[in-house]
Nanobody, 126 residues
């Protein structure tokens, strides 16, 4: 069982930066691939990025590639999302998620993740 708590959301102007963090508690944190999803008002939740248990493999949605960076610290049981060059369309509730990693292929769909945080709001003003 893994519990996830996100932090770092807020209001920022377009072009600015935010850093989201997700603190995990529970057993065997380093066994899990971790990811971030987001859900904008009136839209379905969508994949943003994921990172392997070792941190050596990452995958990004095309919409954030080159602007967002995911990292993890297994010693601190945290995963971070550095968001740069933010756009109004990045406005959403951002969710941290954990998936037991069975292979080298990272999950990118909701169904592939086992545990979820409650989300943190990110608002980008134009």
């Amino acid at each position: 069982q893994v519990q996830l708590v996100e932090s770092g959301g807020g209001l920022v102007q377009a072009g600015g930066s935010l850093r989201l963090s997700c603190a995990a508690s529970g057993r065997a944190f380093s066994w899990y691939a971790l990811g971030w999803f987001r859900q904008a008002p009136g839209k379905e939740r969508e994949f943003v990025t994921a990172i392997s248990w070792s941190g050596g493999n990452t995958v990004y949605a095309d919409s954030v590639k080159g602007r967002f960076t995911i990292t993890r610290d297994n010693a601190k049981n945290t995963v971070n999302l550095q968001m740069n060059s933010l756009k109004p369309e990045d406005t959403a509730v951002y969710y941290c998620a954990a998936a037991i990693q069975y292979s080298t292929v990272l999950p990118i769909k909701e169904v592939g993740f086992d545990y979820w945080g409650q989300g943190t709001q990110v608002t980008v003003s134009s």
